[in-house]
T-cell receptor, first 115, second 114 residues
Framework: DSGVTQTPKHLITATGQRVTLRCSPR?????VYWYQQSLDQGLQFLIQ???????AKGNILERFSAQQFPDLHSELNLSSLELGDSALYFC??????????????FGPGTRLTVL | AQSVTQLGSHVSVSEGALVLLRCNYS??????LFWYVQYPNQGLQLLLK??????LVKGINGFEAEFKKSETSFHLTKPSAHMSDAAEYFC????????????FGKGTRLSVIA
C-alpha cells in the first residue's frame, strides 16, 4: 500500500459525459501527479500540482482539467468524454516539488470506461 | 527531449533463470533513470533509480541495473527469477534539473514459468 488513495476504482460512463476522479496523496506529500495509461499510448504524464499550484503540464487535453485543494487532495476533471478516453488514470504523490530525486508513490488507479 | 525505448514488450523466463529487461535512453543532457514495477491491478512501484552516483544501482527485490553511458542503456537484471516477479516493468527518464516530469517507456511484461 503506497498510501495514495484514488476514488472511484472503476467508472463507466457514456460519450459526451463529464467525470471527476479524486486523489488523496500520502500524508505530508505536497506534489500530486496525474498519469493516463492506455494500451496504445502507454503511460503518459498529464499534469503536476505542487502545494496547490500547477507545476508542470504534459499531454493533457483541453477537455481535461485538474486542481489541488488546500487539503492537498486533487481532482482530475474529464469532460466531453470520447471512446478514446477509456484508460487507467493514476495519481502519484511526492514529498516536495518533483525533483527527480523525489520518489513518486502511485495510487492503485481509476479505470475509466467510456461507452 | 528525453525518451526511453524498452526492447521486447514481453519477456518469458523460467523460474531460477536470469532476468534481463532492456532499456535504452535518449537524452541531450545527463539523465536520471528509473525502473518501476506494476503488479496486476496495482499502481507503479519504484524498483530503483540512477541519479549520477554509482553506475551500478541496486534496488528492491534483488533487482539491479547498470548505467552505461557509452551504450545509452540502463538494463534491469535479476540473477534468479521468482514466480512473484511476474509483472509489468517500466523504464523512465528525467533530466537532472528536476524540472521535467518522468517519461516512461512502453513497458515489458515479464512472465515467469515454473
Amino acid at each position: 500500500d503506497s498510501g495514495v488513495t484514488q476514488t472511484p476504482k472503476h467508472l463507466i460512463t457514456a460519450t459526451g459525459q463529464r467525470v471527476t476522479l479524486r486523489c488523496s496523496p500520502r500524508s505530508g506529500d505536497l506534489s500530486v501527479y496525474w498519469y493516463q495509461q492506455s494500451l496504445d499510448q502507454g503511460l503518459q504524464f498529464l499534469i503536476q500540482y505542487y502545494n496547490g499550484e500547477e507545476r508542470a503540464k504534459g499531454n493533457i487535453l483541453e477537455r481535461f482539467s485538474a486542481q489541488q485543494f488546500p487539503d492537498l487532495h486533487s481532482e482530475l476533471n474529464l469532460s466531453s468524454l470520447e471512446l478514446g478516453d477509456s484508460a487507467l488514470y493514476f495519481c502519484a504523490s511526492s514529498l516536495v516539488d518533483g525533483r527527480a530525486l523525489d520518489t513518486q508513490y502511485f495510487g492503485p488507479g481509476t479505470r475509466l470506461t467510456v461507452l | 527531449a528525453q525518451s526511453v525505448t524498452q526492447l521486447g514488450s514481453h519477456v518469458s523466463v523460467s523460474e531460477g533463470a536470469l532476468v534481463l529487461l532492456r532499456c535504452n535512453y535518449s537524452s541531450s543532457v545527463p539523465p536520471y533513470l528509473f525502473w518501476y514495477v506494476q503488479y496486476p491491478n496495482q499502481g507503479l512501484q519504484l524498483l530503483l533509480k540512477y541519479t549520477s552516483a554509482a553506475t551500478l544501482v541496486k534496488g528492491i527485490n534483488g533487482f539491479e541495473a547498470e548505467f552505461k553511458k557509452s551504450e545509452t542503456s540502463f538494463h534491469l537484471t535479476k540473477p534468479s527469477a521468482h514466480m512473484s516477479d511476474a509483472a509489468e516493468y517500466f523504464c523512465a527518464v528525467s533530466d537532472n534539473s528536476g524540472n521535467t516530469p518522468l517519461v516512461f517507456g512502453k513497458g515489458t511484461r515479464l512472465s515467469v514459468i515454473a
